[in-house]
Each structure stands twice: as structure tokens, then as C-alpha cells.
């Protein structure tokens, strides 16, 4: 790159669709911070992340459009003279996509089309970038995974996440529509779901924690994860939208190193100094999807932007219980009621 990927987003036209949910904000942050002109587009679907209150402090600083991104025509206009579009709209509940495959296929595969035929027709010089899911690995033959490890996934979630991944790779390669993905692991902190517990297990546990409730366990706790702080993840977006060398290509993002359950919860009830963890047996619908112990190889993406997890667990748990402590209600309601949940 001849410009540092940061000085790259100056005045750019950038759209993020899926702005007002958790990592969309939290990017949306950093991009207006850098210059950006920036359009969030979030159909505030209930239960699927997106808050306006996550836009608070800035709002008058960016765009904003409620819509769907499974609408054609809507879509058709809104991509014009974007540079960049960083497509985050999905729905990432395994559970869900279980209960309700026909809407997951609707908004995992139907609407990724839906973006790039935008693209392709309106603005094939765009640039877009993904947000992928460890989930298309499925259960791991040999750890840490690479890029390279088959994709076999375990529920109907990772299926449709890894269709709407290829789209864009193909879109690149066939189309010139330049794209890439971003298979991101445990992505936590400020500003994620946390009224239920079918979006990110470590958001909940967070919830859990700082009402002095009982965090909940399946198995023994002995599985490992890699964890992604938000921040993080933002800034390996604002790489990869940056850099043509991702071009065509699918990336890990993953965290520094991996925990076992037991380690994360032990530590998440020091650091709030509340709560307390409970191991229980596992259910069935969820012990026929879980995937055991995962964590990702990044090395690819880090030698390929410069890429690295730069805040640690420890620090993380501390912004973020922090950050709930704050503003709790605008994430609660007060007549949700925690319920068990293990990944």
C-alpha cells in the first residue's frame, strides 16, 4: 500500500451493512474517527443485535438508513459511489439457524447475492469485505486450523455463512468485484447482544456475571477458544478493506491464544468480582452442534496486512464489563431473565 491502511479511509464513501449491531458500530467508530464518510444500513431486525444506542456520541457524524439488504432495489442505490463496503448484515445464531433454516438461508445466502448483483451492475469497482465465521470449520481434525483445514460444517448456521463466503470469492474471480472474508472467531466487547444468550456465548456470561448470577458450564470447561476483543476485529476489517493483496482470499482472525472455558469464566469473576460458574450437563440440541476445542491460525492474515491482536484478554473483560455497567439498560430490557448457556 502506498498510504498506511489508516490515512488510506480519509474522505472515503464507505457503507457498512449490519452498522448499528455490534462489530458495525464498533468499526463505524473507528472510520469516522479516521475521516470517513460513513453509511450504516441495519434493518433493526428485534433480537438480531442492531441498537441505535450504539451509534450514541456520533450520530451526527454519519449516515444512517433502516433497511433491508434482501431488497434489490434498495441495495441497487445504496451501493453507488461507495469505495468500500464492509458487509456485516447476517444472522449468527446457531440455535436459530437450527429452529428456522429457510430465514437463515434468506439472510445469510439471499442477501449476499443481493449486495453483490448491487455491486456487480452499480459499482463493480467497490471493494468488499466479509464477515466470515470459524463456523464453516466445523469440528477440527488438528489445531490450531488453517485456511486450508475442510470446510464441513456442523449446523445449518455455518452452512449458509460458508455459501455466502464463497459468493464473494466468486464475485472476485469471476466478476471482478474485488472481495474478500474474514473468518472471524469469539469476537467480544462493547456494544454486543446481551438481552439472549443465542448470540455469543462470552457476551452472555458477561451479562451473567455483572448481575451476580450463576454462569453455566457444559461439560467440565476444558474446551479452548480463541478470543477476538471488537476493537481488534474492527481494525483487521480496516485492513483488509484497504489492501488489494487480500483480494480473492479467505483470512482467520483469531485471538493471541487460547483458553479453556474454565480459564475465560474464572477470570471474567475476578475481574467483575461477581458471579460465579456452574458446571452442568450438556443439551441435547446443543451438544449435537458443538464443535469441542477450537482456535485459529492467523498467520496468513498477519503476514499479508501486518495484522495482531493487540489487547488481551485480561484488558478486554475489564473495558467491556466496564462498558455494561454503564449502560446496562440500553441492552437489557427489564423484563428479560437470564437462562443457562455454554458454547
Known amino acids: 500500500m502506498t498510504v498506511s491502511y489508516r490515512e488510506f479511509y480519509r474522505s472515503r464513501k464507505v457503507m457498512i451493512t449490519g452498522g448499528l449491531g455490534f462489530i458495525g458500530s464498533n468499526l463505524a467508530r473507528q472510520l469516522v474517527d479516521l475521516g470517513a464518510r460513513v453509511l450504516l444500513v441495519d434493518s433493526l431486525i428485534p433480537d438480531y443485535g442492531g441498537n ?28 453507488r459511489d461507495r469505495d468500500v463496503i464492509f458487509n456485516l448484515a447476517g444472522q449468527v445464531s446457531h440455535i436459530d439457524s437450527m429452529r428456522d433454516p429457510y430465514s437463515d438461508l434468506e439472510i445469510n445466502c439471499r442477501s449476499q447475492l443481493t449486495v453483490l448483483e448491487a455491486c456487480r451492475t452499480y459499482n463493480p469497482g467497490v471493494k468488499v469485505v466479509f464477515a466470515g465465521t470459524r463456523q464453516v470449520y466445523g469440528r477440527p481434525d488438528s489445531l490450531p486450523v488453517r485456511e486450508s483445514h475442510l470446510v464441513r460444517p456442523t449446523d445449518v448456521n455455518g452452512i449458509n455463512k460458508a455459501a455466502g463466503e464463497y459468493y464473494h470469492l466468486v464475485y472476485n474471480n ?70 488489494d493483496a487480500c483480494n480473492g482470499e479467505a483470512f482467520n482472525v483469531g485471538g493471541e491464544a487460547p483458553h479453556s472455558l474454565r480459564e475465560v469464566t474464572d477470570l471474567l469473576v475476578d475481574v467483575a468480582q461477581s458471579g460465579r460458574v456452574q458446571y452442568v450437563e450438556w443439551p441435547a440440541e446443543k451438544k449435537a452442534i458443538d464443535i469441542g476445542s477450537f482456535y485459529a491460525d492467523s498467520s496468513k492474515f498477519a503476514g499479508t496486512t501486518g495484522w495482531a491482536p493487540s489487547i488481551s484478554l485480561r484488558d478486554g473483560l475489564h ?13 437489557v430490557d427489564a423484563t428479560d431473565t437470564p437462562e443457562p448457556s455454554s458454547p
Open 52 to 79: 441505535l444506542f450504539n451509534i450514541d456520541g456520533m450520530a451526527d457524524r454519519l449516515q444512517v438508513n433502516i433497511a433491508d439488504v434482501r431488497q434489490q432495489s434498495t441495495m441497487n442505490y445504496l451501493v
Open 174 to 243: 469471476v466478476f471482478g468485484v474485488r472481495a474478500c472474508s474474514l473468518r472471524l472467531t469469539n469476537v467480544y466487547g462493547p456494544r454486543q447482544l446481551i438481552r439472549h444468550n443465542r448470540q455469543g456465548f462470552i457476551g452472555w456470561f458477561i451479562r451473567v456475571a455483572i448481575e451476580n448470577g450463576v454462569i453455566h458450564i457444559y461439560g467440565d470447561g476444558s474446551q479452548l477458544r480463541d478470543f477476538v476483543y471488537v476493537d481488534d476485529a474492527a481494525d483487521a476489517f480496516l485492513r483488509a478493506g484497504a489492501d
Open 319 to 331: 473495558r467491556t464489563v466496564a462498558f455494561y455497567r454503564q449502560h446496562y439498560r440500553q441492552y
